[in-house]
């Protein structure tokens, strides 16, 4: 059997193409997620745009800061990737990185990516002579309190030049493990290939 289908339409493939393709790109897509996210990160390193320090440096000192704080894995990994669609959706880099560790992460990790956006506005929303508070709109949240810290603690706080960050490739091992997880993300189950 020839390793690629004979179709050019998904609706012409059989129960059978399905139960062989599907380990082939879970296998693939599982092998090289994180260093995809770690090639992903690596985009940010550049221009400082302005601010002391490059996204990439803002990411470290997010995931740093967290780590050193004792933070669970989730919150860790999620303050690293917190930033990472910055490069290629700008105008929602919070829902499309938290659409990214939504599988993976606890719900209140994802949440607080989810939201970051909206909350980091209280730092600045108002010299735009927008609603700092804007973010109150989600007060009856039981995620609230954590995106308030998160923000204040992990984010807002971190684009300092002197600040020793940890290096990317040791948050290697808790990216691995993070996204080593099942995914979590109701939807259609791969096919069993029994």
Partial sequence: ??????????????????????????????????????????????????????????????ATRAHRNGERIDLVVS??????????????????????????VDAEAHWVVEHHGLFQGYY??????GDRDARDAYAASEHYDACVDFCANYDQNCFD??????????????LDEVFARPSSVPGIAPLSAS
């Fill in 79 to 104: 303050a690293l990737l917190h930033d990472v669609a910055d490069s290629f959706a700008p105008e929602n880099h919070s829902d499309a990185a938290a659409a990214l560790l939504e599988p993976y």
């Fill in 1 to 62: 059997m020839s390793e690629n289908v004979t179709w050019t339409q998904m609706s012409d493939g059989t129960r059978a193409d399905y139960q062989r393709l599907t380990p082939l790109f879970e296998r693939h897509a599982r092998s090289n997620l994180v260093g995809n996210l770690v090639s992903m990160l690596r985009m940010l390193e550049g221009p400082t745009l302005g601010y002391q320090v490059d996204r990439l440096e803002h990411s470290l000192q997010s």
């Fill in 124 to 129: 600045y929303f108002h010299h735009f002579d």
């Fill in 161 to 174: 030049p002197t600040y020793a960050s940890m290096p990317l490739d040791e948050f290697v091992p808790m």
